[in-house]
């Protein structure tokens, strides 16, 4: 597991750099998808068996890794608050959390696509999802 850490750490760090050193949040947003994706696809296979060997861990490392998830959405929450000020901090976390999912479901499913063309779709997906427009709230109630 201790592999899984250094590489969460390491992604983290690209991640983190991209929020920092991006002003225009849209663009920031874009190449973090982008990182992200390129994570998803060149680690997918070993990401699964990580999720199940996750579970046996020690507690004390499983909070380290629980608390290097937390930082990394973290550092996407913040540049998404940037783009999206209609957004509370639950709507912001529940779009980042789903464009992740988004991202990560290239590593689990095959498509039948190139690579360059599945990353292609999911980012543009994934990039709409965050965009989004202010949702009408008139029609939830809210």
């Known amino acids: 597991m201790l592999g899984f850490e ?3 750490e390491h992604q983290l760090e690209d991640i983190g750099r991209i929020a920092r050193e991006v002003d225009d ?3 920031a947003l874009a190449g973090m998808l982008s990182q992200h994706l390129a994570f998803s696809l060149d ?3 070993r990401l699964a068996a ?3 060997e996750f579970r046996d861990l020690p507690p004390e490392v499983a909070w380290r890794l629980r608390r290097l998830q937390r930082l ?3 550092e996407w929450v913040n540049v998404l608050a940037r783009m999206r000020r209609d957004l509370s901090d639950g709507e912001a976390r529940a779009a980042v959390h789903a ?3 988004l991202l990560q ?3 689990a499913h095959r498509s039948g696509l190139d690579p360059e063309e599945v990353a292609g779709v999911l980012c543009s ?3 709409a999802a965050l965009r989004g427009s202010e949702p009408d709230r008139s029609r939830s109630g809210a």
């Open 25 to 27: 949040p849209g663009e």
């Open 105 to 107: 479901s290239a590593a």
């Open 6 to 8: 250094r590489l969460l």
């Open 99 to 101: 464009a992740m999912a």
């Open 125 to 127: 997906m994934a990039m």
């Open 43 to 45: 680690a997918g296979h």
């Open 50 to 52: 990580w999720e199940q």
């Open 72 to 74: 990394y959405v973290e």
